[in-house]
């Protein structure tokens, strides 16, 4: 059982937990991900590690409540126990330092594993520049923490509503065209699956190599259910083996897609018995 130590509400559906997982934490790194179960009974899901304290022992992420299972999940309080806690899981993200500046975009909840990964390029001696975004402003979160992480930090809201109105994409096409193409070795984008499309659509043009953070279907997280298989390059891929990052130039997204929603009706089933009030599974409508 895993314990969880500290829980923080960044909205009414981003929030963020501390747990207490030394032998996590003890062997973690930047980029890499657990799989939690919530009990005897519960699924299995993935979360990307959002940061780490070796000393401690603890893990920390960060989640949006999008089905069942987070919305449980959402639900616990500092004191609880989780019942499965696995990792870390997946390759770590590759750092080395580069011939100019590197840029990490962060969308949405995808702002929690840039963290880490930009904290760990800037500690290898590059310079980073930071690009995190969300719909609102009350979606935001960790700024503090990202411009601690990077060299400088630029952030954008859909709506206008905190700093400036438009899409992570506006931002980096500024920072392209300010910096020069050539100068920007890489570009790292972790987000809603539409968003590092957009990233990588973009860097294509410029030809700046982009690596992705994918999070696929997942069952068992080590190779071996072929659930998270992607197509990347034309090969055939494990996301949680192989990845989760990868060469974003190269996935299938529109494959990656297909592959997301397929189990779509059961999960709008399984939230809808969750939030029934009459115990028939009925959704709530009686």
């Known amino acids: ?60 992420i960060v989640f949006q409540e999008v089905g069942k299972t ?25 750092i080395e330092k ?28 590059n310079h980073v520049i930071g690009i995190i975004g969300a719909r609102s402003g009350d979606l935001l979160f960790w700024e503090d923490k990202m411009r601690e992480a990077c060299s400088e930090l630029l952030v954008t809201t859909d709506d206008g509503s905190y700093v400036r ?12 065209e300010e910096r020069g193409k050539d100068n920007i070795p890489m570009v790292l984008a972790i987000g809603p699956q539409p968003m590092m499309r957009a990233v990588c659509n973009l860097t294509k043009e410029y030809g700046i190599k982009t690596i992705v953070s994918l999070n696929a279907l997942m069952v068992d997280g080590t190779g071996m259910c072929g659930c998270c298989r992607v197509s990347v390059g ?28 397929y189990f779509r009706p059961e999960e709008q089933r399984a939230m809808e018995h969750h939030q029934c009030k009459c115990g028939s599974g009925c959704g709530g409508a009686k």
């Not at 130590?5 to 973690?28: D, G, H, M, R, T």
């Not at 890499?32 to 401690?56: C, M, N, S």
Request: hydrophobic share 40%; aromatic share 8%; with cysteine.
């Open 1 to 60: 059982m895993f314990k969880i130590l500290e829980k923080q509400v960044f909205s009414p559906i981003i929030k963020q937990f501390v747990i207490e997982a030394p032998k996590v934490a003890k062997s973690c790194k930047a980029g890499q991900f657990v799989i939690l179960r919530i009990h005897e009974e519960g699924e299995r899901i993935p979360l990307t590690i959002a940061d780490y304290d070796r000393e401690k022992g603890t893990i920390t």
């Open 70 to 94: 987070t919305t449980q999940l959402g639900q616990m309080e500092a004191g609880d126990y989780i019942k499965d806690f696995v990792g870390p899981l997946g390759e770590p993200s590759h």
């Open 98 to 125: 580069f011939d100019g500046p590197v840029v990490v975009v962060g969308g949405g909840v995808g702002i929690a594993p840039v963290h880490p990964i930009a904290r760990d390029l800037k500690a290898a001696g």
């Open 165 to 176: 109105k438009g899409f992570v994409t506006d931002v980096l096409k500024e920072v392209i």
């Open 234 to 261: 034309g090969a055939t891929k494990f996301v949680c083996v192989d990845g989760p990052e990868f060469d974003g130039h190269e996935v299938d997204w529109l494959e990656l897609g297909r592959r997301g929603a």
